[in-house]
């Protein structure tokens, strides 16, 4: 029997991951295991969410992604053998794909079995950051996530990112929508620490 909930933040604006680190914290806090895996994101960014594994014994937090996924780019460059593909964004800042369709597409694959595992050992929380770029960039199939959340028992679970079917809409108890009214990056504003990541 599935008892436990499942949360969606999604939408085009920012706040996605805050607000699933927010939810995590809380469980954290009150002695709670938690696990977080990111879809995109990789450990070497050094993002400031990444410290948490440090103050908490009852975390486990996966970055498994391999960057940005850029599919529509503005040119392509070789750098040490390697193909990289550019894009720019909001006012003219650049984002960097140096993956290639292959590894983005494991990365997804590796982190959805992860999950898989990760909810037989039944932590309370199951935290997937961006999996909903996945499915709507076609690295994850949507049934594969269904059939996920139907298999979360008492584990509550928050899914982010842009995009969301109708059928995780359904499945869903709680989704937010981000919406952007204003981005700092359409300025040519670039993140900033302890705001951003």
Excluded at 4 to 33: C, N
Excluded at 55 to 69: I, P, S, Y
Excluded at 71 to 84: H, R, T
Aim: glycine share 10%; charged share 30%; hydrophobic share 40%.
């Amino acid at each position: 029997m599935n008892n436990g909930l499942i949360y969606v933040f999604t939408g085009e604006g920012k706040g996605k991951t805050s607000a699933a680190l927010g939810v995590a914290t809380r469980s954290l806090l009150l002695e709670k295991r938690v696990v977080w895996i990111a879809f995109y994101k990789q450990e070497s960014w050094g993002l400031a969410e990444a410290k948490l594994k440090g103050k908490f014994e009852n975390l486990e937090m996966v970055f498994g992604g391999r960057g940005f996924r850029i599919s529509n780019f503005d040119k392509k460059i070789m750098k040490e053998g390697k193909e990289l593909k550019l894009a720019t964004v909001g006012n003219g800042a650049r984002v960097v794909d140096t993956a290639s369709e292959e590894e983005h597409l494991a990365a997804a694959t590796n982190n959805l079995e992860l999950a898989s595992e990760r909810l037989k050992d039944k932590p309370f929380l199951l935290v997937m950051d961006e999996v909903l770029n996945a499915v709507s960039e076609g690295m994850v199939d949507p049934r594969e996530l269904v059939e996920l959340l139907g298999k979360r028992g008492e584990t509550h679970i928050v899914l982010t990112g842009r995009g969301i079917s109708e059928q995780i809409e359904d499945l869903a108890d709680l989704v937010t929508e981000c919406k952007k009214i204003k981005h700092p990056y359409d300025t040519g504003k670039l993140a900033v620490a302890g705001l951003d990541f």
